[in-house]
C-alpha cells in the first residue's frame, strides 16, 4: 500500500519505520524548515505544496491509498491543507496527533489563546524562558521591558534585540539539565506551547520545582479529523 506521511515529529518517523517494516511503500514529507533534519525510514519529500489544493493534486497524481498528519500539534497550516487535500483526494485523513500535557497538581500554569496575550500578561521585568520555537517571536520581544532567553532548534528568523539571548538546542531535553538552566538564567517565568511528548516535558518539571510561572499557549483549533493519540493507533486506523 501507497502512504503519504505529513511529517517532521518522532511521532512520525516512528510511523514510518513500523510501515516501511510492514512492507508498505511509504513517503515522509517534511517542511524543509528544519536543517539536517532526523530523516525517517522509507521515501523522503521536502517542500512546500502550495496549499490544500497543491497536495491533494499530489496524492492523486502519485496515487496514495492513505495519508497520515502526524505534524506538530502547532503546524496549523499544514494541518489545515492535509484536510483540504483528504476531501479532494476522496481519502480519510488520520490525524496523530500526540497528546497534551496535563497540569501538575499545584503547578503555576497560566493558560493564554496566543502570544500576544501571553506577553501581554508578563510582568514588568520579567526573565522568561521562551521554548515557542524560531518564528513568530515578535510579540514577546516587543515587551523592551522584560528580557528573554530563547531556546529553538533553528536560529531565530530575525536578529534578537539587546534584551533576548539565543540557545540553539535539540531535544530530548533532561530534569537535572533544565533545572540547572532555569536557575543559571534567572528566569522568572516560562512560555511554552502545550506541545505534549517526553522529550521536552522537562522543562516543566524543572518549572514546577522552582515553583516558576508557566505561561501555556493553548493548541490551535482545527477542522475534523479522525484523529488518534498513538503510533499504534494510526496503524489500526489505516485499514492495512
Known sequence: MKILILGGTEEARLLAA????????????????????????????????????????????????????????????????????????????????????NEPQYAFWKHFASAEDAAAALPKGARAFLTVGHTRLEPYLKRTDCSFVVRSIEPPERELPVNATSILARPPFFFNGELALLQEQGISHLICKNSGGAQTEAKLQAALRLRLPVFMIARPELPPAYEVPTVGRAIAALKL
Open 18 to 101: 513500523q510501515l516501511v517494516k510492514l512492507g508498505h511503500d511509504v513517503t515522509t514529507s517534511l517542511a524543509g524548515k528544519t536543517s539536517e533534519p532526523l530523516l525517517p525510514a522509507g521515501n523522503v519529500r521536502v517542500g512546500g505544496f502550495g496549499g490544500g489544493d497543491g497536495l491533494g493534486n499530489y496524492i492523486l497524481t502519485e496515487q496514495f491509498d492513505r495519508i497520515v498528519d502526524a505534524t506538530h500539534p502547532y503546524a496549523e497550516e499544514i494541518k489545515r491543507s492535509a484536510v483540504k487535500a483528504a476531501e479532494l483526494a476522496g481519502l480519510r485523513l488520520v490525524r496523530l496527533m500526540r497528546p497534551g500535557w
